[in-house]
């Protein structure tokens, strides 16, 4: 795995390689192993498309290194290529998960095992919950960024490996949903029908995974450079198709309104890439 910029992308394989990598240095964290968690996240700091400071300053994953002396400078950006010579990671996270294994089951985390066994991103894609809803609003700040009567209300997720084309083909099946009723009071109305909205909320905590401990693990759910492009994505599409659409504001604390009109809530998801 290599540093990357805009006219040398990475590839598959890299990606791979570098989740692999994410994936062991957080069961490093697991196990009480900070130094090999970090010697890893040097490795990966050089893959801004995965790791970067600031992800490493929000995500709760990383909680127990805050304190530690190297984390920080990590936080503040200040690793430089002569520090943290360029080295594959793939060998790395290949040897981490050799050590990191009877580690977690001599503490009885076999849980945690999955995190170091990426399977998970071949099955799982972009999430949705979707409420069909009288009222919905979304407050920032005190303001009321954006309002919305009949409709739905939708809080979205994006993981690693989701694709435009998967929001695409998303957006699609949300605007032809029926899940209003005709005049025989049955579910056979779609959104454009009722003269419908959308409220469409940002929402990574959809991957929040706590099998395992009282706090959860959000690695599943993609970095903001990924899931902002995709999330704005998926707000367009939506458009496009002749609907109206309010939205909150990627990553802000938000104050949401819901007003759930059945109830009817549905959970949708997406088979990621391949699988």
């Given at each position: ?47 801004p498309?995965l ?9 709760p ?17 200040d ?5 943290a010579?360029?080295?594959?990671a793939y060998p790395?996270?290949?040897g981490?998960?050799?050590?990191v294994y009877?580690?977690?089951?001599g503490?009885?985390?076999d ?13 799982i ?10 009222h919905a ?5 005190g303001?009321?960024a954006?309002?919305i009567e009949r ?7 994006f993981t ?7 929001v695409?083909?998303?957006a699609?099946?949300?605007a032809?949903?029926?899940l ?10 779609a ?9 469409v909320i ?5 991957y929040?995974d ?6 959860p693990?959000?690695?599943?759910a993609?970095r903001p450079?990924?899931?902002i ?7 367009a ?8 659409v ?5 990553g ?6 819901i007003h759930n ?5 549905l ?9």
């Amino acid at each position: 795995m290599t540093a990357f910029d805009e006219d040398d992308p990475p590839g598959p394989h890299d990606i791979r390689h570098a989740e692999l990598a994410y994936s062991v240095a957080h069961a490093y964290v697991m196990a009480g192993e900070p130094d090999a968690a970090i010697d890893l996240l040097e490795q990966l700091v050089k893959t801004p498309w995965l790791v970067t400071p600031m992800s490493l300053r929000v995500d709760p994953v990383w909680a127990p290194l805050q304190s530690h002396p190297r984390f920080q400078r990590h936080r503040r950006g200040d690793w430089h290529e002569k520090e943290a010579p360029r080295r594959p990671a793939y060998p790395l996270a290949c040897g981490a998960l050799r050590l990191v294994y009877p580690v977690l089951r001599g503490r009885g985390s076999d849980p945690a095992i999955r995190l170091v066994n990426r399977q998970s991103f071949s099955r799982i894609g972009m999430r949705l919950v979707l409420q069909r809803v009288s009222h919905a609003s979304v407050t920032i700040a005190g303001k009321v960024a954006g309002s919305i009567e009949r409709g739905f209300c939708i809080l979205a997720g994006f993981t690693h490996t989701d694709t435009p084309a998967e929001v695409d083909l998303m957006a699609e099946k949300v605007a032809g949903l029926r899940l209003f009723a005709d005049v025989q009071d049955k579910m056979n109305l779609a959104l454009e029908d009722v003269g419908g909205a959308l409220l469409v909320i940002s929402q990574f905590t959809l991957y929040g995974d706590a099998q395992k401990g009282r706090r959860p693990s959000f690695i599943d759910a993609a970095r903001p450079e990924v899931a902002i492009p995709l999330y704005e994505r998926f707000v367009a599409q939506l458009r496009a198709r002749g609907l109206r659409v309010e939205t909150g504001e990627f990553g802000a604390m938000m104050q949401v309104e819901i007003h759930n009109d059945g109830p009817v809530t549905l959970v949708l998801e997406r088979a990621a890439s391949g699988s």
